[in-house]
């Protein structure tokens, strides 16, 4: 395994600018704020957190698709920022969401896998058709899926669509935003035990971001939790699953449903605050949140805790109470 990492992020900072309205004030909203983090190559890291942490607005950051206001990230050991956008696609490429948006419905399937082949411009027509019959094939398509429509297809087998155009490049790294959350759950596994198969085949690195704990810890090798745009706490998967020491990784955890009868939806203790990335607390965070916050939570920002393979930032993880 190589010694740099695949994926590294520099105290990365993301800012945006809201229109106040007709009669309201423009505000700053920090999407993402002093991030770091290192993927080694070869890994999986899956980022967890609720909707609006910043989970894709930090995938957007790593696969150059927005610049960061602060920081820097660096790919394979290379700055992204005035990389060559066709170097960069040789590099990393994403896997989105929603298939079917981010498939051209008027394209066909062909086409649509043998586009990143097109964009670089050094591939003559009868090599990027056997490329594309060979990736689809790979991915559990026939070949005459390639003269078909997106709107002909499954979910399922959009998202194989879309997994072989990511791939078509045979890139290093694979940014997964939410790969599986459009679709059904039995296709759910389909689509991540091909994901795992193809990670050891072409030797990739996943970034893989979800708000489904059970498949991150199916998937991941090491976990980010991400609160208002910060890294709270990092470890690799089993670590952070079965002894959590921040707070909200601890409510992230208790919030999962279970198959038993009678337990209901799980009360986390989170109450009915919620966080509001246009205005932070001072002090910790997630203090207003926590149910077992301390007075200097609320005006002191915790200190970074790290040890060798986990950290976190957390008053009451400093001092043993976690």
Known sequence: MSATPAIEVKSARRTFRTSGGLFGTAREVVAVDDVSLAVPAGSVLGIVGESGCGKSTLARLILGLLPTTAGEVLVDGQRLDGMDRRFRAELIQP????????????????????????????????????????????????????????????????????????????????????????????????????????????????????????????????????????????????????????????????????????????????????????????????HPRCPVAIERCGSVAPPLLAAAHSRVECHLAVAGAA
């Open 95 to 286: 896997v989105f969401q929603d298939p079917f948006a981010s498939l051209n419905p008027r394209r066909r399937i062909g086409d649509i896998v043998a586009l990143p082949l097109v964009a670089q411009g050094k591939f003559a027509g009868a090599e990027i058709g056997r490329k594309v019959a060979e990736m689809l094939e790979r991915v559990g398509l026939a070949s005459d899926m390639a003269g078909r429509l997106p709107a002909e297809l499954s979910g399922g087998q959009r998202q194989r669509v879309a997994i072989a155009r990511a791939l078509i490049l045979r890139p290093r790294i694979v940014v997964c935003d939410e790969p599986t959350s459009a679709l059904d759950v039995s296709v759910q596994a389909q689509i991540l035990n091909l994901l795992a198969e193809l990670r050891r085949e072409f030797n990739l690195t996943y970034l893989f971001i979800s708000h489904n704990l059970a498949v991150v810890e199916h998937v991941a090798t090491e976990v980010a939790v991400m609160y208002l745009g910060r890294i709270v706490e990092q470890a690799p998967t089993a670590e952070l699953f079965h002894a959590p020491r921040h707070p909200y990784t601890r409510a992230l955890l208790a919030s999962v449903l279970t198959p038993e009868p009678g337990l209901g939806v799980p009360d986390v203790g989170l109450g009915d605050i919620l966080p509001d990335p246009a205005n932070i607390p001072p002090g910790c965070r997630f």
